[in-house]
């Protein structure tokens, strides 16, 4: 069961637990409903079995399955294929990021992250306290 948030509800897979609790604080904190998955494959799982969240954040390096091949499943799951996909992630060489759009994800946060970079990044695609904002 997905947590109701008053502004959507966001899936969080990452497996570093300080960076997941630190996205948990900033995206609670601006009312969305949280779900955290730590490994790959868990997440894979996840999107085959459960209704789609309005946002999904995905780090690229994780057990078991990586962001990108996740994201990649994503976007072959009819119910998931048009959510957002913000991917966080380390890795700033040119060519991840190029595969990364060419596999459909929507944005791309570079980590370390600063928290307003991060916000303004999602309340492109879904309301913030204010409201939703608009591209």
């Known amino acids: 069961?997905?947590?109701i948030g008053e502004n959507g509800t966001v899936l969080v897979v990452e497996d570093h637990e300080d960076t997941a609790c630190l996205l948990r604080f900033i995206l609670e904190r601006e009312c969305y409903g949280v779900t955290h998955?730590?490994?790959?494959?868990?997440?894979?799982?996840?999107i085959s079995t459960t209704p789609p969240p309005d946002l999904l954040l995905?780090?690229?390096?994780?057990?078991?399955m990586?962001?990108?091949e996740l994201l990649?499943?994503?976007?072959?799951?009819?119910e998931w294929q048009w959510i957002p996909v913000i991917l966080l992630t380390a890795d700033t060489r040119t060519e991840t990021m190029t595969l990364a759009a060419n596999l459909g994800a929507t944005?791309?946060?570079?980590k370390p992250f600063?928290?307003?970079r991060l916000l303004k990044s999602i309340h492109q695609f879904l309301p913030g306290p204010a409201g939703p904002h608009v591209r």
């Open 1 to 3: 069961m997905q947590p």
């Open 37 to 46: 998955l730590r490994d790959g494959q868990l997440a894979q799982q996840f």
């Open 107 to 110: 944005e791309y946060v570079q």
């Open 58 to 64: 995905l780090d690229i390096m994780l057990p078991s």
């Open 72 to 78: 990649r499943v994503v976007r072959t799951t009819p």
């Open 114 to 116: 600063a928290a307003d």
């Open 66 to 68: 990586t962001g990108l």
